[in-house]
């Protein structure tokens, strides 16, 4: 396909009365504009060329990695959606260029790859995408002149009564010849209620040439433009249903896809459980049989077969299979759980890595410990981590018993099949099978952990 795309988004977003640029504005996780250029990414196209405004380097960083591959142009000014394509047909000599605004982020990549098929196999000079809107209000209106053929497209601010009727809208999609579209960019003026250069105005000059303006109609679903914050959060939502639905075509259970929020960049395998009222942000990764929720956040971590998660926060994090969270934890990031490890009720973990199988049940602050096998952290325990100036490491070897309300004052090193009594404040080093009592601990060799291992020891 020999196409280049050009994604307009140097408006400067007025109606949503915010700092940030709008197309950076998310939904579903990802900037409009990344949703955008998501939809472009599987099509065959030559540039992809995005017009921002001055505020370029906020918004490629705003991109992060789906600015890969993506020429940015400035639009100094922005005098309108004509003037915006002047600028990034800077460069793109012939063919046909596809035209995207980038506050649309509904847009599927079928649905602008059968534009372009379309546009190539009628010969148009221009296609453009539109769609019968239940409610038009605001969008440009496509006037027909017989058949699928456009006559011209009028915005809703110069429409009169008779064109404010229709319910044919422009989509803001078009394909064009590039030949014909710079030479009628240079044709279009400025003599409307906004004193813009407006795209669709080309539509007359390319029809003049001799070659047709065809329209390519579309459901309305996709069509939605964000301009202002009402809008931002419809299709936020459309985006999410679309999402959960998706996932739940792959054999993922979700409860209730109305509570549930799952970022764009999510994945699930199939036959985990999404419970009510959950969020999945980030690159969250979540496997196969896991459960997670009701009421709860997990951000930029994974969760791996067969665990559960419930009224917890997690950010950052990795949960081994089966293991378990919650209710009521924090995970914060540096936090990995080993195969059937449990972070209980009221436990904040940090930077810590929870052995197989071991278990902080209640009420402890882990943070910067290496916790083993087989452990056991009483409630109430914590690790005094920061001594004000710096971070320490608590080690808790294979099989260690942390009696309740231990303090760990790290540095320090809770041996193998060690123990620690109630209430102790235990520094330094307990030795392999070495009991530490009292506050500050006295060691007492020998009568650490006697309880017998659940499991035989392999
Ligand atoms: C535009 C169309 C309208 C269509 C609607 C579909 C025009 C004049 N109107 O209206 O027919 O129904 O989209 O969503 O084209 N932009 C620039 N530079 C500018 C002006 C705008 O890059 O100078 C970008 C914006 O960032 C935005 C896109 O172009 O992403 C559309 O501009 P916007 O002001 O949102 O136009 P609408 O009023 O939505
Ligand atoms: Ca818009």
Known sequence: MDADAIVLAAGDGKRLKSRLPKVLHHAAGRPLLGHVIAALAPLPLRRRVVVVSPRRDEIVAGLGGLADGIDFVVQEVPRGTGDAVRVGLDGIEEGAVLVTPGDTPLFETETLGALLEAHAASGAGATVLTADMPDPTGYGRVIRSGGDSIDRIVEHRDASPAELEVREINAGVYAFDVVLLREALGRIGTDNAQGEHYLGDVLGPIAASGRPVMAFKTGHEEVPGVNSRAQLAEAAAALRRRVALGWMSEGVTIVDPATTYIDAGV??????????????????????????????????????????????VVRGS??????????????????????????????????????????ANHLAYLGDAEIGRGANVGAGSITCNWDGRDKHKTL??????????????APVRVGKRAATGAGSVVRGEVPDEALAVGVPARIIEGKGNRMEPKEPRT
């Open 267 to 312: 994945t699930i395998a199939a036959d985990a459980t999404i419970l009510p009222f959950t969020f999945l942000e980030g690159t969250t990764t979540i496997g196969a049989g896991a459960e997670v929720g009701p009421q709860t956040r997990v951000v930029d971590s994974t969760i791996e077969e067969g665990a559960s998660v419930t009224f917890s």
């Open 318 to 359: 990795s949960i081994g299979p089966g293991a378990s969270v919650g209710p009521y934890a924090s995970l914060r990031p540096g936090t990995r759980l080993e195969r059937g490890a449990r972070a209980g009720t009221f436990v904040e973990t940090k930077n810590t890595t929870i052995g197989e199988g071991s278990k």
């Open 396 to 409: 808790i070897e294979d099989e260690a018993y942390i009696g309740s309300d231990t303090m760990l004052v």
